[in-house]
């Protein structure tokens, strides 16, 4: 079945460090992607999302490029904040209404 | 303003009874959906409606129950049949409920502790 699988955490970096959180995933169509962030204590927020292969998706200095070739949605940000640290979840559609989410990638901002 | 809401925030029960969470949106969305979120196992959906009057079991629908019988409403009870029932609920809703889902917006969770 499909199936989405994300680095583990927790990733710690200083600011305004690069960041890169992997994403690879499992699906026998052809999905559109996700990126939510969940701050804490608080439900999930859309990040970004891409619904065909090339597409880039970008939203707050985060991208990620749909990479049907090797499978992957990664997410970058050039310049990393205390504020964005969060839990990370990467996410694809499939059919009959369902997401699937990643377990979650826990990111550590050290001022 | 247009969202979703949980009620309550923080919430507790007493092994044995059951318990029913609220989730409402003014977005107008067909489908709604339940998620459970434990530490370190990321989200596992429950329950999910596409249209009124109707819903299907998810992953982990065990000891959980729902109804639609509102568009904007869609309540989960916890029961006693559940057999660890802490852990962070979050509903969720999408805009259409056609072959893929898009973009699901979230509820801000209630948490559950049974003590």
């Known amino acids: 079945g499909n199936s989405v699988t994300q680095m583990e955490g927790p990733v710690t970096l200083s600011e305004e460090a690069f960041l890169t959180i992997n994403c690879t995933y499992t699906?026998?169509?052809?999905?559109?992607l996700f990126w939510y962030v969940q701050y804490p204590g608080e439900g999930l927020q859309l990040l970004l999302k891409?619904?065909?292969?090339?597409d880039k998706g970008s939203n707050k200095g985060f991208e990620a490029t749909y990479r049907k070739e090797t499978t992957s949605f990664h997410l970058e940000k050039g310049s990393v904040q205390v504020s964005d640290s969060a839990v990370y979840f990467c996410?694809?559609?499939?059919?009959?209404?369902?997401?699937?989410f990643g377990k979650g990638t826990r990111l550590h901002i050290l001022p | 303003d247009g969202g979703i809401t949980q009620s309550p925030k923080y919430l507790f029960r007493k092994e044995g009874q059951n318990v029913t969470l609220s989730c409402e949106q003014n977005l107008n969305h067909d489908a709604m959906y339940w998620y459970r979120q434990d530490p370190g196992q990321g989200l596992r959906l429950i329950y999910y409606?596409?249209?009124?009057?109707?819903?299907q079991k998810g992953d982990i629908a065990e000891g959980y129950s729902v109804s639609r019988e509102k568009k904007e409403s869609f309540p989960l009870t916890v029961t006693s049949a559940q057999k660890n029932p802490t852990a962070f609920y979050l509903c969720?809703?999408?805009?259409?409920?056609?072959?893929?889902?898009?973009?699901?917006?979230f509820g801000p969770g209630t948490r559950l502790t049974v003590l």
């Open positions: 996410a694809l559609s499939e059919r009959d209404d369902k997401i699937i």
């Open positions: 699906a026998t169509g052809y999905p559109s």
């Open positions: 969720a809703s999408s805009p259409w409920g056609g072959t893929y889902t898009d973009t699901q917006y």
């Open positions: 891409a619904t065909k292969a090339d």
């Open positions: 409606s596409q249209i009124v009057n109707d819903f």
